[in-house]
């Protein structure tokens, strides 16, 4: 199989079998590895990626890499299928493709408080490729990328896509701070304007991306730091 090229600054790291690289890259983030480590595990029915991140600034601003990571996606999926293909993000991670899951992204990091500068920051996605259920009409809410017309998409393809497209929103961040990356983000996510649960109306986000609900007269502000997998 050919392995992605990943333009300077990022490193691949190829592990096989079950293994999952969103582990193996908080293992080797732990032991000092070099931040733009890409882990990546491409199997025949998913796909899973993992980026080590060494953040400078305090874990609360360093969360900022899970939208980016996420814009970064929908634009790499976004030029390789289809154009009537949609593909938008959910606030807590979950990936979407013509309405219907697809995938989720996640993130850990070495703390868990918002103040401290984290030692080390994953953000790892995974993207379902081929539905493995037996009666996938009972589940019209998940699906599969290749059943929703991409099956010219291939998974070297999207991660070399992503790599690039996460960092140029890298360096446009790095730039001009958060605001064009919270414009861009708030147009792909579902929901907007609409119930969340039975906790309230989701109003959208504030400037760090925490999701502000309304319940009543009340909002209430969740910290992209709650989606923290560990810390």
Known sequence: MTQPVFPPLLTGHGVQGGEDPFERAQAMAALGCDAG????????????????????????????????CGVGFQNALGALAPPEVAVHLDWGGPICV?????????????????????????VGWEL??????TAPGQTPDITALYDEGCAEVQPVQLIESWSRHMLTWLNRWQEDGNAPLHSEWLCLLRGVGEPFGEIGVFLGTDERFGMLIRNGADTRLHPLTDLLENG
């Not at 025949?44 to 060494?54: D, E, G, H, P």
């Not at 379902?128 to 259920?133: R, V």
């Open 37 to 68: 480590t890409v882990v990546y595990n491409i199997q025949a029915n998913r796909l899973r990626v993992a980026i080590v991140f060494a953040p400078e600034v305090p874990l609360q601003d360093a969360m900022v890499m899970l939208p980016l």
């Open 98 to 122: 013509n309405g219907a899951t697809c995938g989720k992204f996640q993130v850990a990091a070495s703390t868990s408080d918002p103040q401290i500068e984290p030692d080390w920051l994953i």
């Open 128 to 133: 379902a490729l081929i539905q493995t259920s």
